[in-house]
């Protein structure tokens, strides 16, 4: 029998954990659990308006599409954490990154419906 012992790599902000300090080092940066990735917006703002935009065809003939976001009070492009992580931050004219924390920020409530009896 033959018994190998080998360090794991935990993420502090969730269950990913690897056999590679790099690879787990490079999931923390990006972590959607990690503090830092916690966009203010994306926590239902109302003011966060999204839109698809096509981006071309796949090498099967398929669209490809993009979801672009828009602070519809400021009239800001945003990116996400996930778009650095993908690596496509300069496919985004003018943006900037979304802020951890916005005096801007409205939650939406969804409107309640009557039930009759």
Request: aromatic share 10%; charged share 30%.
């Amino acid at each position: 029998m033959k018994t190998i012992e080998r360090k794991v790599y935990y993420c502090e902000h969730c269950k990913y954990k690897s056999l590679s300090a790099s690879h787990t080092s490079k999931h923390e940066k990006y972590c959607l659990s990690n503090p830092l990735n916690a966009h203010k917006c994306f926590q239902m703002c109302v003011h966060l308006e999204r839109t698809k935009v096509a981006c071309g065809y796949n090498s099967d003939g398929y669209p490809i599409s993009k979801t672009e976001f828009t602070c519809a009070e400021t009239g800001k492009k945003l990116y996400s954490a996930l778009a650095e992580k993908k690596g496509i931050v300069h496919l985004i004219k003018d943006a900037e990154r979304m802020p951890l924390e916005c005096e801007l920020y409205e939650e939406f409530e969804p409107e309640t419906t009557q039930f009759d009896d």
